[in-house]
């Protein structure tokens, strides 16, 4: 366990170009994505200041996640309306059956396509 670190561990930037800290040993003042965004914040065209490092044993490699600070980070832009009207119409085309056109209710699951009623029907057909 303690080369985990040593390998992810380069504040200096010399091995991957950008300082690297292991997962949940970031110094302060500096935030992921996600992190910022809990706070309303985003990282507002500011370049990559470090990244955190954790080693995927599963794929053999390491995650990244890219980390910013948290003083140059800017505001969430708000939602606008026509924002809010293209997202309704972006879930009611993933919520409506390409087969028999109805809304229902739920997003359509991608390996079949159609809705639940539709699946039932083409069952019946083939059985």
């Given at each position: 366990?303690?080369?985990?670190?040593a390998d992810c561990y380069d504040p200096t930037g010399l091995r991957y170009g950008i300082p690297a800290y292991p997962y949940r040993l970031a110094p302060?003042?500096?935030?992921t994505r996600r992190q910022l965004?809990?706070?309303g914040l985003r990282p507002g065209g500011q370049p990559i200041v470090a990244q955190?490092?954790?080693v995927n044993r599963?794929?053999?490699?390491?995650?990244?996640?890219?980390?910013?600070?948290?003083?140059?980070?800017?505001?969430?832009?708000?939602?606008?309306?026509?924002?809010?009207?293209?997202?309704?119409l972006a879930m009611l085309a993933r919520r409506t059956c390409p087969r028999c056109r109805l809304d229902v209710g739920y997003?359509?699951?991608?390996?079949?396509?159609?809705?639940?009623m539709c699946i039932a029907v083409e069952e019946q057909r083939t059985a």
């Open positions: 366990m303690p080369g985990v670190y302060k003042g500096l935030a965004r809990a706070r955190l490092m954790r599963r794929a053999g490699g390491h995650q990244v996640a890219y980390l910013y600070r948290i003083d140059l980070a800017k505001p969430v832009r708000p939602m606008t309306s026509r924002k809010w009207g293209a997202l309704a997003c359509i699951p991608r390996p079949y396509g159609i809705c639940g």
